[in-house]
């Protein structure tokens, strides 16, 4: 196995330990966070990686952020995340990453909508905004899979949601 080859299976075997230990609802107290966080991140650090983790155990979420990217669960939208341009649908976010390489960005969110319609009332909340389909865009429904994909021009929107159970889903690139 290469160095990077090792460097990656690493970082991830960390961050699938962290996200088994979120997902199981392991109740840690915030010296037990530090010492994971801090853990993660030296043997992170070993392997020449510049990674920042935070979990918040009151609300099961956490947080990843690398000199790549960042991964975050629950709770909050990446700092990076265009919410001046891209209007969300109310809602608990479920979980939201961030992801940089080579000048381009892009944003994956996922939210449980409150109300009902809530894939079509996030469709007109992206049209109001200016956003409209265009001839990279598309629109399709199979069963209860909803999808369409728009843009303004500057972004571009993959907006998704499987009808029944509310969660609105978001992938957003810098065209």
Do not use: K
């Not at 918040?56 to 919410?83: K, M, N, R």
């Not at 944003?107 to 992206?126: H, K, M, S």
Request: negative net charge.
């Amino acid at each position: 196995m290469t160095h990077q080859g090792s460097r990656r299976s690493t970082v991830c075997a960390m961050a699938a330990a962290i996200a088994l230990a979120t997902v199981a609802g392991c109740s840690v107290d915030s010296l037990i966070e530090e010492g994971v966080e801090r853990a993660v991140e030296e043997a992170a650090e070993a392997e020449g990686e510049n990674v920042d983790v935070d979990l918040d155990s009151e609300d099961g979420g956490f947080v990843v952020e690398s000199d790549e990217g960042s991964f975050s669960v629950g709770g909050d939208l990446p700092d990076s995340f265009p919410g001046e341009d891209i209007p969300l649908i109310d809602g608990e976010i479920l979980s939201a990453s961030a992801m940089q390489s080579d000048g381009a960005s892009g944003w994956a969110v996922q939210i449980q909508a409150t109300g009902a319609d809530a894939f079509e009332r996030a469709q007109q909340a992206l049209e109001g905004a200016g956003f409209g389909e265009s001839g990279e865009s598309f629109s399709m429904s199979s069963g209860d899979l909803e999808m369409v994909g728009l843009d303004n021009g500057h972004w571009q929107v993959l907006l998704a949601s499987i009808e029944g159970e509310g969660v609105v889903s978001y992938t957003v690139n810098e065209m």
